[in-house]
């Protein structure tokens, strides 16, 4: 049965920094490319940061670039987005997501059920 469970998420002060975690069970995490989308109130999803396969490659929205980092270690199927410099635009429920980049897995795809992040003063 694929599990995809994030924690980590709460209320913080504007400059305050959060990790979520995103662990992945019922499937070969390591052959899945893991991002973090997010969603605020009355918006649409967004893609927020995107780790590859192997970890060695990322990639950041603009709105995030330099504050946020993602990561992850296949050894203990989890990944992670560290969050600094919070900032009030950046609540919103956040999402991580497997997509499939094997041949035998190409475009399949899970999502966890979120995890709420409030900046708030």
């Known amino acids: 049965q694929v599990q995809i469970v994030e924690s980590g998420g709460g209320l913080v002060q504007p400059g305050g920094s959060l990790r979520l975690s995103c662990a992945a069970s019922?499937?070969?995490?390591?052959?899945?490319?893991i991002s973090w989308y997010r969603q605020a109130p009355e918006k649409e999803r967004e893609l927020v940061a995107t780790?590859?396969?192997?970890?060695?490659?990322?990639n950041y929205s603009d709105a995030v670039k330099g504050r946020f980092t993602i990561s992850r270690d296949n050894a203990n199927n989890t990944a992670y987005l560290q969050m600094n410099n919070l900032e009030p635009e950046d609540t919103a429920v956040y999402y991580c997501?497997?997509?499939?980049?094997?041949?035998?897995?190409?475009?399949?795809?899970?999502w966890g059920q979120g995890t709420q992040v409030t900046v708030s003063s």
């Open positions: 780790v590859s396969v192997g970890g060695r490659n990322t």
């Open positions: 019922g499937f070969t995490f390591r052959n899945y490319a």
């Open positions: 997501n497997a997509l499939g980049r094997t041949p035998s897995n190409w475009g399949r795809n899970y």
